[in-house]
């Protein structure tokens, strides 16, 4: 049953993928809830108040009680909404994959993005990145059944596809980033291509050209 817009609030900044994460699973969970978009330059009381050990989005506020870091969020959100668009799988060690795969995409993936765009050797950190997506690709060759659908849910998302959508071509190469080629990765770019025509991740995920005027702005 989906909660009112009292109980449940969002606080995100639209360009990150950390934020892009809970806003999906919401919108996949089809949970009403409100937007309280942050300016990460003058950041708000309530997020100062309800993050004040990182004091970063997003923080998923539930009756009065606020969660914080993406991963947990969308484990939250997955255990108090069980019943619609279940994320993970019931099976432990399924859901124990699920958590090892997410973990490797927040310290592989995401630590090639950071050396990338601060420019610390930008060709050795993007042949690490086409490396570890070939990692994941043999991740979701071996996880989901391509015949049942592009995801490793099948033909919906699972906790995994929602942690990985933010790492979209479009998304990362915005800032030069190149990602895996079809030929090294067909499994993840039909992934990604199911993606970018997913109704919840239409919602999520900002437009391409949006993310190039912000970098264009900076």
Not at 17 to 29: D, G, H, I, V, Y
Not at 111 to 124: I, Q
Not at 182 to 211: D, I, M, N, T, W
């Amino acid at each position: 049953m989906a909660s009112s817009d009292q109980d449940v609030t969002l606080l995100s900044f639209w360009a990150s993928p950390f934020s892009m994460r809970a806003k999906l699973a919401l919108l996949l969970k089809g949970i009403e809830h409100e937007d309280l978009p942050e300016d990460l330059g003058n950041k708000s009381k309530i997020l100062l108040e309800s993050n004040p050990v990182h004091k970063k989005v997003p923080v998923l506020i539930h009756k009065g009680k606020p969660i914080a870091e993406s991963a947990i969020i969308v484990h939250y959100i997955d255990e108090v909404w069980p019943g619609t668009s279940p994320l993970l799988p019931k099976d432990a060690f399924l859901r124990a994959e699920h958590r090892f795969w997410s973990d490797f995409i927040d310290k592989k993936l995401l630590d090639c993005l950071m050396r990338f765009v601060r420019g610390n050797d930008k060709d050795a950190a993007n042949e690490e990145f086409i490396a570890n997506c070939v990692l994941l690709e043999g991740a979701l060759t071996k996880l989901g059944s391509e015949q049942e659908g592009p995801f490793l849910g099948g033909a919906s998302f699972s906790f995994l596809d929602v942690m990985l959508a933010p790492y979209a071509p479009g998304v990362v190469g915005v800032m030069g980033l190149k990602h895996a080629s079809e030929e090294q990765c067909p499994r993840l770019h039909k992934f990604f291509e199911a993606v970018s025509e997913h109704p919840a991740a239409k919602g999520a995920l900002p437009p391409v050209e949006k993310l190039k005027e912000l970098i264009r702005n900076k």
